[in-house]
Structure formats: C-alpha cells, structure tokens
C-alpha cells in the first residue's frame, strides 16, 4: 500500500463517453503527477500539480482535462478519447515535488477505448 | 535527444544474483533512481543514486558512473517475489525524469 488510491482500477469506454479518473493520497503531500504508461514504453508525464496549481502540461491532447480541486485529490476528466489512448494511467505525489524526492504511485487505471 | 535505455527482458534462477543495466544520455544529471513494479501494481521507489559509487539496502544494490551515463540494480538471493519490472529514470538539468522502458525480470526455480 503507497498511500495513493486510484479508482476505477480498470475502465472501458467508447469513443463518444465522458468518463473520470480519480485518485486520492492521505500522505500529506503537496505535488501530484499524472503518467501514461504504455506497453513496452517510457512513462510518460502528462500533468503535474503543486499546491494545487497545474505547473507543468506536457502537451497533452486536450481530450484529457486535469482537475486538482485540492491537494488530496486529483482528477483527469476523458472526453472523445482515441484507441491509441488504451493505456496504463498512473497517478503519483510527492512532498514538495523537489528534485530528490521519490515519488508514490498509486496502481493505476487500466484504460481501454474501443 | 535525452534517452534511458535498460534490456526489455531478463531471467534468472531463485537464489541467483542478477545485474540489471541502465545506460542514460540526458542534458545534465540531478540523480538517478530505480522504482520496482509488480504487474499490476504501483511501482515503488527502490533506490536514489546521485553521487558515483554503490549504495546498498539489503538484497538489493544500485551503482552509480555520472562518467560513464550508466547505473545497474544488482539483486542477490534473488526470491520469486522479485520477478516484477524494474524501472530506471534520470532527473535532467530542468529537474525532469526521463524514464527507461522498464526491464522485465522473469525468475525461475
């Protein structure tokens, strides 16, 4: 157990759905990540939140819409989404988002769009 | 272009040692760090590497060469519960992880 929940654990939807991911950490934390993890690939970093404020936006298709209402939770709203958006989605927080810091993850969304 | 690479797939036997690379080119160097993950599960922080030489925690234990833009994860003893992915990424100049691909460790009895 790392501390950071993510629900659903696995999610199937069709290109015209709206659907969100949730995740929720109770360590204290002050920075949240979202990544996509493909098969076979790097993680890839979508978004990033400190303090609540979206600081980093890896040029992510704006079919996924992030949303941090506080630092416990975070959220990324899927709207219209691709096949090729099928992917592992990991959630992750840190302290204070500094350089040394490891991260936590939470186990993930299974996503497949059909 | 900054690159992490790490083998796709190893095997090993139970009680064997293996040795993990990673090779990195990256602009700049803030540490570097090795996360486990279990098929389906979050993966979890196994080691931080910023200065040159061997850090050792347990069974496990990660080297560091900034020269050289290379690390390995040496896991001794090895049990079963230690097939899993292992994950490699590097902090940049920008304080960014760059993540390897991850290596598929398979152990066999």
């Known amino acids: 157990e790392t501390g950071v929940t993510q629900t659903p654990r696995h999610l199937v939807m069709g290109m015209t759905n709206k659907k969100s991911l949730k995740c929720e950490q109770h360590?204290?934390?002050?920075?949240m990540y979202w990544y996509k993890q493909s098969a076979k690939k790097p993680l890839e970093l979508m978004f990033v939140y400190s303090l609540e404020e979206r600081v980093e936006n890896n040029s992510v298709p704006s079919r996924f819409s992030p949303e941090c209402p506080n630092s416990s939770h975070l959220f990324l709203h899927l709207h219209t989404l691709q096949p090729e958006d099928s992917a592992l989605y990991l959630c992750?927080?840190?302290?204070?988002?500094?350089?040394?810091?490891?991260?936590?993850f939470g186990s993930g969304t299974q996503l497949s769009v059909l | 272009g900054q690159n992490i690479d790490q083998p796709t797939e190893m095997t090993a036997t139970e009680g064997a040692i293996v040795q993990i690379n990673c090779t990195y080119q990256?602009?700049?160097?803030?540490?570097l760090f090795w996360y486990q993950q279990h098929a389906g599960e979050a993966p979890t922080f196994l080691s931080y590497?910023?200065l040159d030489g061997l850090e050792e925690k347990g069974r496990f234990s990660s080297f560091l060469s900034r020269s050289k833009g290379y690390s390995y994860l040496l896991l001794k003893e090895l049990q079963m519960k230690d097939s899993a992915s292992y994950l490699c990424?590097?902090?940049?100049?920008?304080?960014?992880?760059?993540w390897g691909a991850g290596t598929k460790l398979i152990i066999k009895p």
């Open positions: 590497n910023v």
């Open positions: 992750a927080s840190s302290p204070r988002g500094e350089a040394a810091e490891k991260l936590f």
């Open positions: 990424a590097v902090k940049d100049s920008n304080y960014q992880l760059i």
């Open positions: 990256t602009s700049g160097f803030n540490g």
């Open positions: 360590l204290g934390h002050n920075a």
